[in-house]
């Protein structure tokens, strides 16, 4: 029986684990190579390249120049123990700029809003003295200027007539000679028909009990809507632009405790608002 031939020996060389092993040097040296070149560059582009391999490969979200703080990657396997505390870490810096750059935008975004509310407000404030200036050039040509006080907010322009001159005391009912007064107001106010107007009713802080009205509420609600009728009655105004109501003893202007105080806080206010307030939006 013929002898088996021996199997062909493979050609002289490294063993097959070699190999594998050189392939794991050359990729630790490109490794190396690459640290070396993020080290040289500008922080713009190591901030590029950190943020891709993050996104890629999810690995140290955070970025770094090296595993340790300052210490390339020399000790091996002995620095995979902190691996986890650095890659947490870095995750923690980026979470915290993160934090940073949306509280940054919000102070901005805050900031931004008021001080387009303040321009606003000064708009408001302008258009207000505006029209206040016009209502005074108006009543230094009537007889009745005296008797109207002029007053502006940044929202209106408020016409204030002394309530004793409108009413009896007790009534609702507008005293005959002072109908050229409540008519002068409406020409004014037929000046400004695209404008949101209110009539306010105000008392003073005596209490009232009559056969006609409980209290001081009643009472100062009757009185506006009284001006109110005459008003829409008498002028070309359209009703759903004008607005009554009585605001009783609780907005007072002055002193109580006085005759004189008393007197002031009973009142008739038209408050005309301009164009840029929040009644007109």
């Known amino acids: 029986m013929a002898k088996k031939k021996k199997e062909e ?39 590029q390249v950190v943020n ?7 690995v140290f979200k955070g970025g770094g120049s090296s595993i340790g703080d300052g210490v390339m990657i020399s000790n091996g396997i002995s620095q995979l123990s902190n691996l986890s505390t650095f890659s947490n870490s870095m995750g923690r810096v980026q979470e915290g700029e ?19 509310k303040e321009e606003l407000l000064e708009e408001q404030l302008e258009a207000s003295e505006k029209l206040a200036e016009q209502i005074e050039e108006v009543l230094a040509e009537s007889e009745y200027g005296r008797e109207i006080d002029i007053d502006f907010t940044s929202q209106y322009v408020s016409l204030t007539m002394n309530g004793a001159l409108l009413f009896d005391s007790g009534s609702a009912t507008i005293k005959k000679d002072a109908l050229p007064l409540v008519g002068q107001i409406g020409k004014i106010l037929e000046r400004y028909a695209d404008n949101v107007v209110e009539v306010e009713g105000h008392t003073d802080n005596i209490p009232i009990h009559n056969s006609n009205f409980s209290d001081n509420d009643e009472l100062s609600g009757a009185r506006a809507l009284s001006v109110f009728h005459y008003l829409v009655s008498n002028t070309s105004l359209d009703p759903a632009m004008v607005k009554h109501s009585g605001r009783g003893e609780y907005l007072p202007v002055a002193d109580n405790s006085t005759a004189e105080g008393r007197a002031k806080n009973r009142r008739v206010e ?5 164009e840029l307030s929040d009644a007109a939006s």
């Open 270 to 274: 038209v408050k005309i608002y301009n």
């Open 9 to 47: 020996a493979g050609p002289p060389g490294s063993p097959a684990w070699m190999a594998t092993f050189s392939d794991l040097m050359n990729l630790l040296l490109c490794f190396f190579v690459l640290l070396f070149s993020m080290s040289s560059v500008d922080a713009a582009k190591y901030e």
């Open 98 to 116: 993160e934090d940073n750059t949306e509280a940054d935008q919000a102070g901005k975004a805050e900031e931004e809003q008021k001080d387009a």
């Open 52 to 58: 891709s391999f993050a996104e890629t490969f999810s």
